[in-house]
């Protein structure tokens, strides 16, 4: 089994599971997986609430042991991104066949122009290391 | 995670039907399988949205496999689309194993003659005449 299906079994797993139990906010076909030879994406989609969008994000990033997801604002399109990510080789344990340490890794969801975050995800905003923009 | 050579509940063939999502696990399990059974190489990109619906971007000549391989209709002219920026994409869709399957090739501008003919199985031959046009000397080859 090749390298990139084996990660995308344990990502698709650890979602299932999360589900499973309940712990994310969101139904799973609100979730899009996407996985590359360097880079791991989860986005949270659909038209969940945007509370329930951010509860999902951070459920998922916590799983991964991610770091805490934070704003960022894109200068492309001025939407808001609400992302959490890491770096090859930071963070995220290598556990294995299945390990990310190597991966980019990427948690997100957006904002569209009709909604607003939730107040604690602004508070977090402050703590967003720089922003895109 | 389960191990792929044991049988596990999720390793049932799942059941066609497109009224229920299959789920995530399910998918990648089914794809875990596929290219064990297989000699297809990895997707450059592999997605799955939402629990029922399998995306695959591929290299142009890998297109023809994979889409055999996830039982969808093989990649021809017809399914080349060009954007305004010249990029091709060819893109063949259709079920697979209970949830909508995607595949596709990107091919940049400039590349667009071999690497096309490579996705969908044909190849465009040019020479290029003393006169520097280009001409075609087999417009179809297998």
Known sequence: MSRLTTRMRVLANLIDELDLRGAIAVDTADLLVSIDANSCTVQVAGFAPIWDRVAAARTVAAALEMPAPAIHTSAADDSQHFTSRTVPDRTVPDSGAGGWSDFYMRVTTILSLSESWPADVADVAGDAEGGES | ?142
């Not at chain 2, 050579?5 to 999502?21: F, G, K, L, S, V």
């Not at chain 2, 971007?57 to 002219?77: I, M, Q, S, T």
């Not at chain 2, 399914?79 to 949830?99: K, Q």
């Open chain 2, 1 to 142: 995670m389960s191990d792929l050579t044991a049988t596990t509940a999720a390793d049932q063939a799942p059941e066609a039907t497109t009224n229920r999502p299959l789920g995530l696990d399910a998918i990648a399990l089914g794809l875990a399988r596929l290219q064990r059974d297989t000699a297809l190489s990895d997707p450059v990109t592999t997605t799955i949205y939402g629990g029922d619906e399998l995306v695959v971007c591929v290299a142009p000549e890998d297109l023809r496999a994979w889409a055999h391989a996830l039982g969808l209709p093989a990649p021809g002219y017809a399914d080349v689309l060009v954007d305004d920026d010249g990029w091709r994409r060819i893109e063949v869709a259709g079920d697979w194993d209970g949830c909508r399957a995607r595949a596709y090739a990107l091919v940049p501008p400039g590349d667009a003659g071999v690497l096309v003919g490579r996705a969908i199985g044909r190849y465009r031959v040019v020479e290029v005449a003393a006169d520097g046009a280009q001409v075609d000397v087999a417009a179809v080859r297998p």
